[in-house]
T-cell receptor, first 113, second 114 residues
Framework: GAGVSQSPSNKVTEKGKDVELRCDPISGHTALYWYRQSLGQGLEFLIYFQGNSAPDKSGLPSDRFSAERTGGSVSTLTIQRTQQEDSAVYLC???????????FGPGTRLTVL | AQSVTQLGSHVSVSEGALVLLRCNYSSSVPPYLFWYVQYPNQGLQLLLKYTSAATLVKGINGFEAEFKKSETSFHLTKPSAHMSDAAEYFCAVSAPGSNYQLIWGAGTKLIIKP
């Protein structure tokens, strides 16, 4: 079956613009995670969705960041008024449940000029 | 709260030599522990995981890791390095108190010398 997919694979934007990053998790996976990976850094947790529960937004770095997950499947991460420090690879992962192995998508490389 | 420390941002070994990548964790409850690998320009892939069963865990590509509670360690080893093992390796911990979120180490880049 298909793995986790993310689009776009690369996004170049100008400072101050809004961007939307999309994640299609593996079908049937109830848990979905967004992470950010900056150059030379480990992964930074951003947000976590589990089924129909309220998302855990504790990792979002500012109120410019938001995410939603529609119908328990596709998720969109939105960054408003992008800043240069937002440049990073944004990774999405899904798992069957919150204790299961997380399967990662290939990521979206965001460059803010 | 959980945390993970990976000793050495870069580790260099000769082809055929032992690979040892170190990971120490802190957790107030029994954790789940993971090693992921990221090959150049690719996504993250699970190598192996510890979930309170056998303390010696075997993973893909000949890697294994041993959970040592007394040392709070989960070091990754491979008896003989291959050129194709060159990648970045990440250790991660999750636990019930953190909604099973993965807390990540900073990663160790493994360099294989011919």
């Amino acid at each position: 079956g298909a793995g986790v997919s993310q689009s776009p694979s690369n996004k170049v934007t100008e400072k101050g613009k809004d961007v939307e990053l999309r994640c299609d998790p593996i079908s049937g996976h109830t848990a979905l995670y967004w992470y950010r990976q900056s150059l030379g850094q480990g992964l930074e947790f951003l947000i976590y969705f589990q089924g129909n529960s309220a998302p855990d937004k504790s990792g979002l770095p500012s109120d410019r960041f938001s995410a939603e997950r529609t119908g328990g499947s596709v998720s969109t991460l939105t960054i408003q008024r992008t800043q240069q420090e937002d440049s990073a690879v944004y990774l999405c992962a899904s798992s069957f449940d919150r204790t299961g192995e997380q399967f990662f998508g290939p990521g979206t490389r965001l460059t803010v000029l | 709260a959980q945390s993970v420390t990976q000793l050495g941002s870069h580790v260099s070994v000769s082809e055929g030599a032992l690979v040892l990548l170190r990971c120490n964790y802190s957790s107030s409850v029994p954790p789940y522990l993971f090693w992921y690998v990221q090959y150049p320009n690719q996504g993250l892939q699970l190598l192996l995981k510890y979930t309170s069963a056998a303390t010696l865990v075997k993973g893909i590509n000949g890697f294994e890791a041993e959970f040592k509670k007394s040392e709070t360690s989960f070091h990754l080893t491979k008896p003989s390095a291959h050129m194709s093992d060159a990648a970045e390796y990440f250790c991660a911990v999750s636990a019930p108190g953190s909604n099973y979120q993965l807390i990540w180490g900073a990663g160790t880049k493994l360099i294989i010398k011919p």
